[in-house]
């Protein structure tokens, strides 16, 4: 801790001692490049992940089977109404063709499932959610994958996904979060950067020529239901205009996308809010040669999964900022040096993964930032996995608990589209959309729910919402504890959590960032947990800490059951570890906003956080 600062906080824990209240100022956000938030939180991660439903990770939570994998056992205080499929009672009578499986961990590898915007709306049938079998499911594949009839309906349990389940279990989880539209990847994408898929122009990859004009017709699949200018909408999965790497290094014919308007980075950028997009194998396999009409080439990136197939570790269409002309990084330069991530630069807030490890071991983490898995981790059905998407979740979270910069951090976790899985759950459209063209699959490409939904906002065609459910999970020392959100959320409240804490203002022009709702119900701001939890590479706790602990021990290395009550030891979940651990309790716990508390009277300083520990459990010395 800086000299300079500690009296401010010895200053505020004298005043709370003697009954007073003192307001300690939030740290200044300056060295990252931002002004004052409006939260406690001065740094948000988020943490972007593939192709999951809710049902598909969480639809037996908290119960898992223990007959394989890592044992998970939940706390008895982890909430019970908690909208799962088992919860809902249909994992045994199910309307649809096959009932639920659970998928054991050595069903980590499976096929891919249909996940296009009118197979999704079709599969939910207006509400009913009966007809996944017809309209997602992939039963057969290859390439070592596995595959059964019904196979769409499956899910795992916290035997697999354990980490996902213990992170739930010490932070904040939501069961009702939702894609902003139907569809695959890059609509999700989109939506989180912008809450908008509409504005695209259909863009010649050879000359770099924009179609769209009064007398030209633009790309089908790049752009749908276009306007007389030829603007129209994103629904599918069509490579970003301003990407070396798109369209295989630009060795393909297919039309890329360019998209209008603007996106949070813009925002962020016009407020000198420090930004980030992180993406695994940005950093090209060779670089551009800076002659004009080259590219980049990101091919030979490549890392294999846990069933050792090899795939491509980036995809274009995953990197939303580089579908705007004012956000990309066309030939992927990398940043000059560390200090110049997260601002203005010639990588123009792009960068590879590696670039954000290196800032945050450097304490240069930007105020946003937004992590890209490569893509044998990032959970897609088909390439990746869970085992090899928990391996990358762990790795950077325990990382980023391990920083200084943990006791103001945010990391959201989210996903773009649900793959088509099973979701028992449902929610009525709130835009509605009446494109009724034939899509592939002979109907419609707008269900019946979606045409009877209330108008386009914008007027914009094809952006029928809210799609699909996903897991959300909130993962803060400003979170709630084993706390399960209800609060509907989509993917763009992530834009207008990270708006309003920056105050940036919004998007305009029709964007969901005005009309998703609010991920506060995630957060305790008066009452933070200050909280470190570590976890092992098989999801199992290594151990439970306060912020700033400094003790000795790791906590230990081996498995263990997945949880730690209250006061249990690091150790007992996670090994041998021999180092104490203090937790706050799971309900009812508070302490002030700056973790601020008394216990046993014992005065510990840590992370830029000074409070007193008491034995079982933290009083609030001030109200925040």
Same mark, same amino acid.
């Given at each position: 801790?800086?000299?300079?600062?500690?009296?401010?906080?010895?200053?505020?824990a004298?005043?709370?001692l003697?009954g007073?209240?003192?307001?300690?100022?939030?740290?200044?956000?300056?060295?990252?490049?931002?002004?004052?938030?409006t939260?406690?939180i001065?740094?948000?991660?988020?943490?972007f992940?593939?192709?999951?439903?809710?049902?598909?990770?969480?639809?037996?939570?908290?119960?898992?089977a223990?007959?394989d994998?890592?044992?998970?056992t939940?706390?008895?205080?982890?909430?019970?109404d908690?909208?799962?499929?088992?919860?809902?009672?249909?994992l045994?009578?199910?309307?649809n063709?096959?009932?639920?499986?659970?998928?054991?961990p050595?069903?980590?590898?499976?096929c891919?499932?249909?996940?296009?915007?009118?197979?999704?709306?079709?599969?939910?049938?207006?509400?009913?959610?009966?007809?996944?079998?017809?309209?997602?499911e992939?039963?057969?594949?290859?390439?070592g994958?596995?595959?059964?009839?019904g196979?769409v309906?499956?899910?795992?349990d916290?035997?697999?996904v354990?980490?996902?389940?213990?992170?739930?279990?010490?932070y904040s989880?939501?069961?009702?979060?939702?894609?902003n539209?139907?569809?695959?990847?890059?609509?999700?994408?989109?939506?989180?950067?912008?809450?908008?898929?509409?504005?695209?122009?259909s863009v010649d990859?050879?000359?770099?020529?924009?179609?769209?004009?009064?007398?030209?017709?633009?790309d089908?699949?790049t752009?749908?239901?276009?306007?007389?200018?030829?603007v129209?909408t994103?629904?599918?999965?069509?490579?970003?205009?301003?990407?070396?790497?798109?369209?295989?290094?630009?060795?393909?014919? !297919? /039309?890329l996308?360019s998209?209008?308007?603007?996106?949070?980075g813009?925002?962020?950028? +016009?407020?000198?809010? @420090?930004? $980030? =997009?992180?993406?695994?194998g940005?950093?090209?396999?060779?670089?551009?040669d800076?002659?004009?009409?080259?590219y980049?080439?990101?091919?030979?990136?490549?890392?294999?999964n846990?069933?050792?197939?090899?795939?491509e570790?980036?995809?274009?269409h995953h990197?939303?900022?580089?579908?705007?002309?004012?956000?990309?990084n066309?030939?992927?330069?990398?940043?000059?040096?560390?200090?110049?991530?997260?601002?203005?630069?010639?990588?123009?807030?792009?960068?590879?993964?590696?670039?954000?490890?290196?800032?945050?071991?450097a304490?240069?983490?930007?105020a946003?930032?937004f992590?890209?898995?490569?893509?044998?981790q990032d959970g897609h059905?088909?390439?990746?996995?869970?085992?090899?998407?928990?391996?990358?979740l762990?790795?950077?979270? !325990? /990382?980023?608990?391990?920083s200084?910069?943990?006791?103001d951090?945010a990391?959201v976790? +989210?996903?773009d589209? @649900?793959? $088509? =899985?099973?979701?028992?759950?449902?929610?009525?459209?709130?835009?509605?959309?009446?494109?009724?063209?034939?899509?592939?699959?002979?109907?419609?490409v707008d269900?019946p729910?979606?045409q009877?939904?209330?108008?386009?906002?914008?007027?914009?065609?094809?952006?029928?919402?809210?799609?699909t459910?996903?897991?959300l999970?909130?993962?803060?020392p400003?979170?709630?504890?084993?706390?399960?959100?209800?609060?509907?959320?989509e993917?763009?409240?992530?834009?207008?959590?990270?708006?309003d804490?920056?105050?940036?203002?919004?998007?305009?022009?029709?964007?969901f960032?005005a009309?998703?709702?609010?991920l506060?119900?995630?957060?305790?701001?008066?009452?933070?947990n200050?909280?470190?939890?570590?976890l092992?590479t098989?999801?199992?706790?290594?151990?439970?800490?306060?912020?700033?602990?400094?003790?000795?021990?790791n906590?230990?290395?081996?498995?263990?059951?997945?949880?730690?009550d209250?006061?249990?030891?690091?150790?007992?979940?996670?090994?041998?570890?021999?180092a104490?651990?203090?937790?706050l309790?799971?309900?009812?716990?508070?302490s002030?906003?700056?973790?601020l508390?008394?216990?046993?009277g014992?005065l510990?300083?840590?992370?830029?956080?000074?409070?007193?520990?008491?034995?079982?459990?933290?009083?609030?010395l001030?109200?925040?």
């Open positions: 801790m800086r000299p300079a600062r500690w009296g401010a906080f010895a200053g505020a004298a005043l709370a003697m007073g209240t003192a307001q300690v100022a939030q740290a200044d956000s300056a060295h990252h490049g931002g002004d004052a938030t939260t406690p001065k740094h948000v991660v988020v943490i992940q593939e192709n999951v439903s809710f049902d598909h990770y969480f639809g037996t939570y908290p119960v898992a223990n007959t994998g890592t044992k998970f939940a706390s008895k205080k982890t909430p019970k908690i909208d799962t499929v088992a919860h809902a009672g249909l045994t009578k199910n309307p063709q096959y009932a639920p499986k659970r998928l054991g050595d069903k980590a590898l499976t891919d499932q249909n996940h296009n915007y009118g197979a999704e709306q079709y599969a939910g049938n207006g509400g009913k959610a009966d007809a996944y079998v017809q309209n997602t992939t039963s057969t594949c290859s390439g994958l596995f595959g059964e009839p196979l309906m499956d899910y795992y916290g035997n697999t354990t980490g996902l389940w213990n992170y739930a279990q010490h989880m939501s069961d009702n979060s939702w894609s539209t139907y569809g695959p990847s890059t609509p999700g994408a989109l939506n989180l950067i912008s809450g908008q898929t509409h504005g695209v122009i990859p050879k000359t770099g020529s924009e179609n769209p004009t009064q007398t030209a017709t633009p089908a699949y752009v749908v239901s276009p306007d007389a200018k030829g129209g994103v629904i599918n999965d069509p490579d970003p205009a301003y990407d070396d790497c798109s369209d295989s290094d630009h060795t393909g014919t !297919n /039309a996308a998209m209008q308007g603007k996106n949070i813009d925002l962020l950028n +016009a407020k000198n809010v @420090s930004w $980030g =997009w992180f993406q695994g940005f950093r090209p396999g060779t670089a551009w800076g002659k004009a009409g080259d980049a080439s990101c091919r030979t990136v490549t890392h294999t846990i069933g050792g197939a090899a795939s570790d980036y995809s274009p990197s939303p900022f580089q579908y705007y002309k004012s956000t990309a066309p030939h992927h330069l990398p940043p000059k040096n560390v200090a110049e991530i997260g601002h203005n630069g010639q990588a123009n807030h792009n960068y590879d993964l590696t670039d954000f490890d290196s800032a945050l071991k304490g240069n983490l930007p946003v930032s992590l890209k898995a490569a893509e044998y059905a088909g390439y990746s996995d869970p085992t090899d998407e928990q391996n990358f762990v790795k950077e979270i !325990n /990382a980023l608990q391990s200084p910069d943990w006791k951090t990391v976790i +989210a996903y589209d @649900s793959d $088509g =899985w099973y979701d028992h759950a449902f929610a009525a459209p709130q835009n509605g959309s009446k494109n009724t063209s034939l899509g592939s699959n002979g109907k419609a269900s729910a979606c009877a939904g209330p108008a386009a906002a914008g007027g914009y065609a094809d952006r029928c919402g809210p799609g459910r996903q897991p999970l909130v993962i803060s400003y979170s709630k504890v084993n706390s399960v959100d209800h609060t509907r959320t993917q763009a409240s992530i834009t207008q959590f990270i708006e804490n920056w105050k940036t203002g919004r998007i305009g022009d029709a964007s960032d009309t998703s709702g609010s506060l119900g995630a957060f305790d701001f008066k009452h933070p200050n909280k470190q939890v570590l092992n098989n999801g199992s706790v290594k151990s439970v800490r306060p912020i700033g602990f400094s003790g000795v021990g906590g230990g290395t081996g498995g263990g059951n997945g949880h730690h209250t006061n249990a030891a690091a150790g007992t979940a996670g090994g041998s570890g021999n104490p651990t203090t937790q309790a799971e309900t009812g716990s508070s002030p906003a700056l973790p508390g008394i216990t046993g014992a510990v300083v840590g992370a830029g956080a000074l409070y007193y520990a008491r034995k079982h459990r933290r009083t609030p001030t109200t925040a």
